[in-house]
């Protein structure tokens, strides 16, 4: 069973709601040792002094900030104490706006909002009138003594809390040299739109795509745990220069299109061979 990272209430006007906040995400990537390739031992790291070139154990280590070259304000715990955010436990609802109006680079990590036994009538309420309204709660939360600015989105029967960027995390796209609007021959957008009606899809079916990479990766690392011969690499496929991008849009449609056909071909199949099966 999930374990909450906190217990605390949704403030929304007056109205308070009391929930739990569970992690809606998890990482699955694989984890290694450093080690010494000639004895496999593990390879540890010494703290050292970059002036006397002294190993320097953890009681004499303080926080420093560089504010000039070589020059640092040092930092205490107690320091950080007076400029931690006020732990409340609560999600500070300010204000609401439509989804469709954030720009998707802000959200950066969701969580689960669950109501207490007390809280589940305020809580649905609050959900079905975003649902219906087609907008999400701005809040303010401290998570693990960090402040943030955060989204209440309903996602089905559930209330998300999305934590966000700050403003000033974002960097701007002006940076970059991106082609500005331009002409685009008709036959080339007519091509580039079909090739996208042939790759639709009517619903996004996250569980159909694998992580190849981990798969392969651990099928390498259990064949040489068990001293078997090692699978051969797979060779990347040639990709031919874009020579005429006409050419190539046309090349891509034909491969599309061959490709629904032979996935139309197999449903039929699948569906006879359960029905014998039955």
């Not at 403030?11 to 990482?27: C, D, M, Q, R, S």
């Not at 006409?246 to 029905?275: H, I």
Request: proline share 5%; charged share 30%; with cysteine.
């Amino acid at each position: 069973m999930a374990h909450a990272i906190w217990s605390g209430a949704i403030n929304f006007g007056l109205v308070t709601i009391p929930v739990k906040l569970f992690t809606a995400v998890k990482t699955e990537e694989l984890s290694f040792n450093l080690l010494h390739a000639k004895d496999e031992g593990r390879i540890k790291y010494e703290r050292i002094c970059s002036i006397d070139g002294k190993q320097v154990p953890w009681d004499e280590i303080v926080k420093g900030y560089e504010y000039e070259k070589g020059q640092y304000v040092i930092l205490t715990d107690e320091d950080f104490v007076k400029v931690n955010p006020e732990a409340t436990q609560s999600v500070d609802i300010l204000e609401f706006v439509e989804l469709e109006k954030i720009n998707p680079m802000f959200f950066d990590k969701p969580y689960y909002l669950e109501p207490t036994k007390q809280g589940r009538h305020a809580y649905a309420l609050l959900r079905e009138a975003l649902a219906r309204t087609n907008r999400v709660a701005i809040a303010r939360v401290v998570v693990r003594t960090k402040e943030y600015i955060a989204a209440v989105k309903p996602i089905g029967e559930a209330l998300v809390l999305e934590l966000m960027h700050w403003a000033n995390e974002i960097v701007n796209a002006d940076t970059l040299e991106l082609p500005g609007s331009e002409k685009l021959p008709p036959k080339e957008m007519e091509m580039a739109q079909m090739l996208i009606d042939t790759m639709s899809v009517d619903k996004f079916q996250p569980e159909k795509f694998t992580n190849t990479y981990r798969e392969e990766l651990l099928a390498m690392i259990e064949a040489r745990a068990a001293g078997k011969e090692l699978p051969k690499p797979k060779k990347a496929p040639t990709r031919a220069k874009v020579v005429n991008l006409m050419d190539v849009l046309a090349q891509s449609l034909e491969q599309s299109r061959n490709r629904r056909s032979a996935g139309a071909a197999e449903k039929p199949a699948t569906k006879r061979r359960k029905k014998t099966a039955a």
